[in-house]
């Protein structure tokens, strides 16, 4: 027995090397965590784009910062006005990248959730 009684822990002398076990069941508990999390999460609008759902235009009337940030990009709230279909105006709260947060003015891409009929953002129109 050392000082202070350090020798012995968990049944080993302290001076052995012991196998890193649990990083392994914590990694593979965690895995499984994040895949039946995901099957429930909504759908993005570039999982919906790579699934072939139509973009639809859209021009922004007014970006507002919640002072949210996510990742280091900023939480807005975008009222668009649609170019095709019904011209009602259509409130969003969206992460938008920091680089390319859109303005006043600029065309955005909207795809439709199949599932809920809401808009996602898709990102800037070229």
Known sequence: MGLFGRERKFGRHAGERQ???GA???SVAGAQAALSAS???PATAQHLLAMG???TRARVESVTATGHVVDSDPVV????RLEAGPRRPVPLRTVVPRIT???QGEAVLLVADPNTGAYLYAGLSL
């Not at 709230?77 to 668009?80: C, E, H």
């Open 39 to 41: 099957a429930s999460l």
């Open 53 to 55: 759902a139509q973009a």
């Open 77 to 80: 709230d975008l009222l668009v």
């Open 19 to 21: 196998p890193n076990t």
């Open 24 to 26: 392994a069941r914590v």
């Open 101 to 103: 947060v859109p303005r």
